[in-house]
């Protein structure tokens, strides 16, 4: 599906005025898009808010861009999911990440588990890049809305700070996320790491009122199923 090309500049837009993209962004954009001068494109910052602009000016590593058009600002989305992840590879994390963020993302919470492959120091040291591959992902989507990304060390208090209207994805789940024809608000999606989470954190989740769903006869791997969710949602219910 084509769109005009999409910019991720985290300001509030102002008409008339001009903004200037730098660094590795406008070099991916003169280098590989071949961006030219006068093309039309659209600027989001990812608090619900989009402007079409003009390209006015092509240096090395820099773009000026002309604010031409009228101010869109979205409305927050009806259903606000946040997914809490089992800290798996950093990879699988990543994909998650692109992935659910396409598809309506709120709130990407990587957690530590007893079966985690990697830790939360780790996951820390590679926020900054998470922060990148979920502006890349709004961009490539149009979600006008990027995500939160929190990082949680300790399962408990994760599910003290989020939503209770919960769901533990899980072969074992005797509902499915289509049973909840009503959702809104905010909900939490929980998958697990590759070792799928401990008999004590499953009854943890029970504990925090959070409903037992499977979302498919098979097992799937850890990005399939933070995907399968997301998908799933957002077929069945209003954003």
Not at 69 to 77: A, C, Q, S, Y
Not at 84 to 112: D, K, N, Y
Not at 117 to 138: C, D, G
């Amino acid at each position: 599906m084509t769109h005009k090309r999409r910019f991720y500049i985290p300001l509030s837009f102002v008409k008339d005025s001009i903004v200037t993209i730098k660094g590795e962004e406008a070099h991916h954009a003169v280098k590989v898009l071949r961006v030219k001068e006068n093309e039309f494109v659209t600027l989001i910052n990812g608090r619900g808010e989009s402007v079409l602009g003009t390209i006015v000016k092509i240096t090395k590593d820099e773009l000026d861009i002309y604010i031409s058009g009228t101010l869109v600002v979205f409305e927050e989305p009806r259903l606000k999911v946040s997914l809490l992840i089992g800290m798996a590879e950093i990879a699988v994390l990543e994909e998650s990440l692109l992935h659910s963020t396409e598809l309506g993302l709120w709130r990407f919470c990587p957690v530590q588990t007893k079966f985690s492959v990697t830790n939360w120091k780790t996951i820390e040291n590679k926020l900054e890049r998470f922060q990148r591959i979920a502006i890349s992902a709004i961009k490539q989507s149009g979600f006008p809305f990027l995500p939160q990304i929190t990082i949680f060390k300790d399962l408990k208090y994760a599910l003290s700070n989020l939503s209770s209207k919960g769901f533990l994805l899980s072969q074992e789940g005797d509902t499915h996320l289509s049973d909840f024809a009503d959702l809104k608000g905010e909900i939490t999606l929980a998958v697990g790491p590759e070792g799928d989470f401990s008999d004590e954190e499953k009854l943890l989740f029970s504990q925090f009122g959070y409903r037992k769903t499977k979302l498919s006869m098979n097992t799937l791997r850890v990005e399939t199923a933070a995907l399968t969710a997301m998908a799933q949602i957002q077929n069945h219910f209003e954003f």
